[in-house]
């Protein structure tokens, strides 16, 4: 993609999250920490839809909390609108909490099972003190509406919806304080696969029609794909490539994008069966304790003796589009072949 608003709106620099781990006694002291998020880089722009995706644990959900300051980071720093609020008090954050959003993951247990639909949107706009034209009532009628439900439905609980529809409820609340940032954490991962693909469609609607900045974080490569713009592959806990959504898709460059792709369906038959499949060996390590070097490089066909000493920074490569960076000893473009299975 070509047409990705320049603008900044919101930037991460250095950003890391350890939770620590106790150990058992009486005193529980501290026996280490995992390194859930571990040193990323990562910037969105104003109106642009940013995905962020990679196996479970690898830290994305973890860091779509921090960049809404649900979690304070360990380390680093967070800038929105130019403003620094990485440890920004209750009272600093207070101006722009209505800008950044979240959607999470779980329709279910993400609404209050004893509040109606009309109490759970309203919510944040009574939280912020804000009184719309025409009245909060009229306000979230016109939200139903625009997530594609019955503005009939004020009065009713969560119990009486699907999944799918309880999922729109999420983002019709998302959407009260009229935000620039939405951070979506695996939306439709809950869902049917049948009603996935209306929910990613929603979203890109709205994304579209209003303007939203959106995190979109999943581990299914090809909703992101159709949903983002731009791609950042994360595992255990560092980014190890970013780029635009085709050259990601059409030109990876970090031996882990390479396997993650290779294990995606393809819908023709033909293509299916005669294409590359890569089969990684072993399993993740644990982020208590991740290997020196390059993370990847226990499970990694590439992997020689200066990746096990030296960690790869996240650098423009040679010979591919700009912005496309990975953080990899020997890129793609330099050829290696894989085992394939």
């Known amino acids: 993609m070509t047409d990705v608003v320049t603008r900044e709106l919101l930037v991460a620099s250095g950003l890391k999250m350890h939770f620590p781990v106790r150990g058992s006694g009486l005193f529980r002291r501290k026996a280490g920490v995992v390194q859930a998020v571990d040193g990323i880089d990562l910037s969105v722009h104003e109106g ?15 860091t779509g909390r921090l960049i809404t300051r649900l979690l304070e980071p360990t380390e680093g ?6 403003t620094d609020i990485t440890h920004a008090t209750r009272k600093q954050l207070a101006p722009i909490r209505s800008e950044i959003q979240m959607i999470f993951q779980d329709p279910y247990s993400s609404l ?15 939280i912020n003190g804000i009184n719309p ?27 009486e919806f699907s999944g799918g529809q309880r999922q729109r409820i999420g983002v019709a609340r998302a959407l009260a304080l009229a935000p620039k940032l939405i951070v979506a954490d695996e939306p439709v991962s809950a869902l049917d696969v049948s009603i996935q693909a209306q929910v990613v469609n929603l979203l890109q609607r709205l994304q579209r029609e209003l303007g939203i900045a959106f995190v979109f974080i999943a581990h299914d490569l090809a909703v ?56 990684l060996t072993g399993d993740v390590p644990s982020p208590i304790n991740p290997p020196s070097g ?43 072949t894989p085992t394939i299975g």
């Not at 720093?77 to 130019?82: F, K, M, Q, R």
């Not at 306000?139 to 119990?159: A, D, F, K, M, S």
């Open 77 to 82: 720093t967070i800038t929105y609108g130019g």
């Open 48 to 62: 642009e839809s940013f995905g962020l995706v990679g196996e479970s644990g690898c830290g994305k959900s973890t």
């Open 294 to 336: 390059c993370r990847f490089r226990t499970r990694c066909w590439k992997a020689q003796d200066i990746c096990a000493s030296e960690e790869p920074p996240l650098v423009q490569l040679s010979g591919v589009t700009e912005g496309h960076r990975a953080a990899c000893h020997f890129p793609e473009s330099r050829q290696v």
């Open 224 to 279: 992101v794909r159709h949903f983002s713009q731009r791609i950042a592959v994360m595992y255990l806990g560092k980014i190890v490539e970013i780029a635009d959504r085709d050259d990601l898709y059409g030109n990876p460059q970090h031996p882990y994008t390479h396997a993650l792709l290779s294990s995606v369906p393809d819908a023709d038959p033909d293509s299916e069966r005669h294409r590359e499949r890569i089969r």
């Open 133 to 159: 034209p025409g009245g909060t009532r009229k306000r979230v009628q016109e939200l139903l509406e625009t997530v594609g439900l019955n503005p009939e439905h004020y009065n009713r609980y969560p119990h």
């Open 112 to 126: 209050n099972p004893r509040h109606t639909v009309g109490t759970i949107i309203a919510g944040p706009m009574e």
